[in-house]
């Protein structure tokens, strides 16, 4: 199974909710992604969590919040979201951290905040 | 910042032709990689290809380094309209670091 999952695929949250956002992936990576993309935009990486331990966080604001449940979890907490935070947000998984690895994409979660 | 930087931004060709993409990067790298996305969804890893190699082939795919001028190209061949999608490399922004930086794409078309 060479697949990463994400859910929800669409998600519209007002700025003062709290909504999680869930990522899956069952091919033993140690390594896992948060990439927030606008539209004619590449990615941007947010976080990685290299054996379930957070090791890069490019400062993101406070109000995203990362969270690795286990090896094959990855979780984005979203609060108090500004409209600009509208954006495409995909998971990523590789074997291991690092650059030298190809990273399997999930297929987006759609954020609209408003 | 962005590592990569694409040329050109959008191209569009006819089904049949050739399309050529081009990537500059500013530092060393250890290696390059080639990712397609397809509108509004994840992307999809094409080639990887190391910093000691100077060319490298899947299917109807081509990637060419060259770390002299710290570029490359992704040539797709013989494209067909579902190869109509936006490219982008992607490359280590520092030796060894546990991140890669995308640059900024190609929107590729194919016309039927």
């Known amino acids: 199974d060479t697949e990463v999952t994400q859910t929800p695929k669409h998600l519209v949250m007002g700025m003062t909710n709290k909504k999680s956002l869930k990522c899956e992936q069952h091919m033993g990576h140690r390594a896992m992604y948060w990439y927030k993309q606008k539209a004619k935009k590449p990615p941007e990486l947010m976080f990685v969590?290299?054996?379930?331990?957070?090791?890069i966080n490019e400062s993101v604001p406070s109000r995203f919040s990362p969270e690795c449940p286990n090896s094959s979890l990855l979780n984005l907490h979203l609060h108090a979201l500004q409209p600009e935070d509208s954006a495409l947000y995909l998971c990523?998984?590789?074997?291991?951290?690092?650059?030298?690895?190809?990273?399997?994409f999930g297929p987006g979660t759609r954020l609209t905040v408003t | 910042s962005q590592q990569g930087e694409e040329d050109p931004q959008a191209l569009s060709i006819q089904e049949g032709e050739n399309a050529t993409m081009n990537c500059s990067y500013k530092t060393s790298i250890n290696n390059l990689q080639w990712y397609r996305q397809n509108s509004g969804r994840g992307l999809v890893h094409l080639i990887l290809?190391?910093?000691?190699?100077r060319e490298k082939h899947s299917g109807r795919l081509r990637v060419t380094l060259d770390t002299s001028k710290k570029s490359s190209s992704l040539l797709i061949t013989a494209s067909r309209a579902a190869d109509t999608a936006s490219y982008f490399c992607a490359t280590d922004a520092v030796l060894g670091a546990q991140k890669l930086v995308f640059g900024q794409g190609t929107r590729l078309t194919i016309n039927p």
């Open positions: 290809i190391r910093s000691n190699e």
């Open positions: 990523a998984s590789s074997q291991d951290p690092g650059a030298s690895y190809e990273q399997y």
């Open positions: 969590y290299s054996y379930e331990k957070l090791s």
